[in-house]
Structure formats: C-alpha cells, structure tokens
C-alpha cells in the first residue's frame, strides 16, 4: 500500500532557529502535497498545497515567509519554519495524494523553546 | 466539498461491532463519501471509501444508504486499538481534485475491555 514518511518524528528548538520537516512517498508519485498543523484536541488545519515544480499555495493566515514549503520532486516535500516561536510549537502532519486516497506520514511534534 | 455530521463521542465494548453514523444530506452525484481515522499522536489513516455501492475491505465496511445522505462505517470486530477519532469527509474523487481533505470534528471512539 501506499507509505509516506515523515522526518523528524519530534524535535526540539530554540526561539529563533530553523527547522526543516522532510515528507517522502516511499512508493508511488505525489504531483500533490499537503501540509497540516494540528493543535491539542482540535482537528486538522490546512496550512498549504504543495505542487511539485510549482509555488506552494497557502491557506488563509499561513506566512508564507515563515513556512517555507518546497516540492522539488515528486517523491519529497519539506516544510522549514524559520525563525521559530513557542507559539509555533504544534503537531505538524504532511499528505501525499494518490488517485486512491491521501496518505499521511506520521506527523512531527515540534517543540520551541 | 459537502457537509458532514457526526456524533462527537462513541462507546464501544472490545470485541463487538462499532457503527459509525455520519449524516451528509447535501452530497452531490460525483461525491464519494471517505473515512479516515487518528489514533493520538498519529497522522490519520485512510479506511476506506465509495460512491454509492456498499464496500468492505480488510478494515471495515461502509454502508451508503440508497438516497446517499447517510453512511455507517461498520469496524466488525472491535479491538482496544481501534479507539480513535473518525472522520467522514464527503469530495470529488481524488484523480478530479486538487483540494485537500476538510476534517470536521468527527467522531471519537472509544474501545472499552
């Protein structure tokens, strides 16, 4: 079945630094992308589209400049939020879409501290 | 993309059927009704799907009524694993759409021993 992997499963920063989230579909080809952020008991919040060789689009809200999403191929998208906050500590979730389903890595939690 | 109504919790004894009720009066001709689901701290699963027919696979089965404004996903066999949040999304067919999926609140299940 179709797999998407998702590094780092967890991570901790500091205020200020970079992060970078890779999302990979194992075995098939994603033209599409989709990235996630997902806060405690709440449900999932698109955050961008990801289009392979194509600017990102984003959601209402969303910095573009903070979130940097890039889909250089049709196997791998990653998302890097630059100088990052406590409040953008969050539990980040990409999908990759197929003509089944999407399939969704396995999140990562990021912590800022 | 259609709206969906679902309770927010379930109870469910280890062992015996869950039925998932989700209510989507408005769909459309070319909507497919999805099930997904979340265990905590996990990117969501996809279950299964269908159009109008009723489908099993080696998850579950899901039961479209013939009007097409209701379904029940059906976990045969309960098992303490299966407790998690159950989403019904109601879209186009993935190959005809480049949005992504809308997760409302769905339904929390939980599996008791």
């Known amino acids: 079945g179709a797999v998407v992997s998702q590094h780092p499963s967890r991570v901790i920063c500091k205020s200020g630094t970079s992060v970078k989230i890779e999302c990979r579909s194992l075995?098939?080809?994603?033209?599409?992308m989709f990235w996630y952020r997902q806060f405690p008991k709440q449900s999932l919040m698109l955050m961008a589209t990801s289009n392979e060789g194509s600017k990102a689009t984003y959601e209402q809200g969303v910095e573009k400049d903070k979130f940097l999403i890039n889909h250089a191929s049709l196997t791998l998208s990653t998302l890097t939020v630059t100088s990052a906050h406590p409040e953008d500590s969050s539990f980040y979730i990409c999908?990759?879409?197929?003509?089944?389903?999407?399939?969704f890595g396995s999140g990562t939690r990021l912590t800022v501290v | 993309d259609a709206k969906t109504t679902q309770p927010t919790s379930m109870d469910c004894a280890e062992g015996r059927a869950a039925n998932l009720p989700c209510n989507h009066s408005?769909?459309?001709?070319?909507?497919?009704v999805y099930w997904y689901r979340q265990i905590h701290s996990q990117g969501p699963q996809y279950i299964i799907h269908g159009l109008k027919n009723n489908e099993t696979n080696e998850m579950a089965s899901l039961i479209i009524t013939e009007d097409r404004k209701s379904s029940t996903l059906i976990l045969p066999h309960a098992t303490l694993r299966d407790t998690a949040v159950y989403y019904c999304?109601?879209?186009?067919?993935?190959?005809?759409?480049?949005?992504?999926?809308?997760f409302g609140k769905g339904t929390s299940l939980l599996v008791t021993p």
């Open positions: 999908s990759a879409r197929s003509k089944k389903a999407d399939t």
């Open positions: 408005t769909i459309s001709g070319n909507e497919y």
């Open positions: 999304i109601v879209r186009v067919a993935n190959s005809n759409s480049g949005y992504a999926l809308n």
């Open positions: 075995d098939f080809q994603a033209t599409t």
